[in-house]
């Protein structure tokens, strides 16, 4: 009984009051849950991720976008389709380059096959300069 007080407690503390002002819409967004490794973790500099475009982080593999001016989001840079990671997002596109498969940088949908599945996406907010997962 405690422990599940206490559990609930840090849940709360955890994802509740976290600082998603500003003009983020990531903030609020649905998506996947990010694998626990990655949760607080800064994917890149927000300076690094060009509006319209994005920033591969091959290491973490997730891909970082700015589909609008303040708008980020993030995605597992790892295709649906075969598993290739894809490329650095362009005109708001991630492209797969082994079989073209083509994804939408604001949702992940995929938009072009031979994937159907979206990418798996990651909540992230601003804080300081960087880009961090929630
Ligand atoms: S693995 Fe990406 S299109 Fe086939």
Redesign the pocket.
């Known amino acids: 009984m405690a422990e599940n007080g206490l559990g609930r407690r840090e849940l709360l503390g955890a994802g509740g009051v976290a600082a998603c002002g500003l003009a983020l819409t990531a903030c609020g967004a649905g998506g996947a849950q990010a694998q626990p490794s990655l949760k607080g973790k800064v994917l890149a500099k927000a300076a690094d991720v060009p509006v319209g475009g994005g920033k591969l982080i091959k290491d973490l593999k997730v891909v970082v976008t700015q589909p609008s001016e303040g708008v980020y989001k993030a995605f597992s840079a790892s ?6 990671q ?1 490329s650095t997002p362009k005109d708001n596109v991630i492209r ?6 083509e994804f939408a940088a604001d949702t992940g949908q995929a938009t072009k ?3 159907t599945a979206p990418l798996a996406s990651f909540q992230v907010k601003v804080e300081g300069d960087g880009i961090v997962v929630v």
């Open positions: 295709c649906t389709h075969k598993g290739c894809v797969c380059a082994c079989h073209g498969s096959g031979p994937a």
